[in-house]
DNA sequence: TGGCATTTACATTCATGTATGTATGCGTGT
DNA sequence: ACACGCATACATACATGAATGTAAATGCCA
């Protein structure tokens, strides 16, 4: 039965992207087809088709739902919200986006990212990954840079050495726990590991 | 022309994972066929059906011709090779698997692991890459309670955290250099921010 | 009633698995 | 030493199924 209010057809389509999701994260995205995505939401192939020009384009729907979490601490480091300082700055930014992380559509569609996809070909946005790191890496370093030369890290720790360590514990902390959520908890102890680290390179006083 | 020697045919079948090596970095797995392997190595899916059962045999064919790096690092602890302690073992085992994972078989090999390939299906094995994550990380933590107990770590920080943290760093450090190997050095800058973790939470004289 | 949302039907492409063909190396008997 | 036979190491051909994209059909709301 076709043609529902506008409202419904905007409804079918958020149905169509939230069916994406689950199988994708069943089944992987290259062992899905259309059809089931169709199926899983009530659906024919045709109601895709009219929504979405084709895969990628359904993929990339699916993706502008949600907020990559590398964009998130880049808009949270430059808004600066209320922290007492640089390194504090990109503690809470980070403490974040771990937050964000645990809500199930972003756990769902990055979890598809990470461990459900290929980064090759025409569906998948790896230069945009790239980038992204790339520009989190640079304003993560020019934060440290700052608390540097504010004398709050600790003489042993260059601000490069401190960048690489914080964007690759954030890094592995979110690959290790999209692969196997229940295994520990992002925000407990990914925090605490997180903590950890900005205990030890802080210069106390 | 058919039926060479024994050892040319031997030759064949890793002629054939060495495309398909080839292949699968370039295109993601899903997206190669065994007769785009088949070319790439100059012979045709015959050879390949003649080897191997199907894909996901080849795959593993491939798989075995590596070590994994968590692999790599239990059995390095396990042995206990010339360090000078629990910490200082961690810290060599840790290095010398960045070693092994800059050989270019390797690099090749579990860059098609990390990103070209999804986690999903009778293909792969994120089985045992959980197994592997788990097995190391209790082989970790024992090696950091064995610092702990030896007052080798400072106060601060718990062999739980300690181990979260080496072991995320390990795993971040390594997702993010397979996605772009020219962007870092794995060996020297993570081998700096590793010697750093450890010069961190190593309880001074 | 006309355009919008969706279904149905169809043509095409592509990868897979298998079955068959085929020439050669290799052991065997003499 | 030499022919014979068979298993080996592939190439070729074919049948099948599955996914894609598109065109036509259909019903409903405004």
Chains 1, 2 share one sequence.
Request: charged share 30%; with cysteine.
């Amino acid at each position: 039965m076709p043609r529902r209010t506008k409202a419904e057809a905007e409804a079918t389509r958020e149905a169509l992207l939230d069916a994406a999701e689950d199988v994708f994260l069943e089944k992987g995205v290259s062992r899905t087809s259309l059809e089931h995505i169709a199926r899983h939401a009530g659906m024919t192939r045709g109601a895709v088709y009219w929504h979405f020009k084709n895969k990628a384009d359904l993929f990339h729907a699916m993706l502008d739902r949600v907020k990559m979490p590398l964009q998130q601490i880049i808009d949270d480091i430059t808004a600066e919200r209320q922290a007492t300082g640089p390194l504090d700055t990109l503690r809470l930014a980070t403490l974040h986006a771990f937050e964000m992380l645990e809500r199930p559509r972003s756990c769902r569609v990055h979890t598809i990212l990470m461990h459900r996809c290929e980064f090759i070909s025409d569906i998948n946005p790896v230069e945009l990954q790239n980038r992204l790191a790339s520009d989190c890496r640079e304003v993560v370093r020019r934060c440290f840079q700052q608390a540097h030369d504010e004398g709050l890290l600790i003489d042993e720790i260059a601000p490069d050495v401190a960048t690489l360590m914080l964007h690759s514990m954030i890094g592995g902390l979110v690959h290790d726990w999209l692969r196997a959520p229940d295994s520990f908890s992002l925000r407990e102890s990914g925090g605490e590991a997180i903590d950890s680290l900005f205990h030890l390179i802080t210069r106390r006083a």
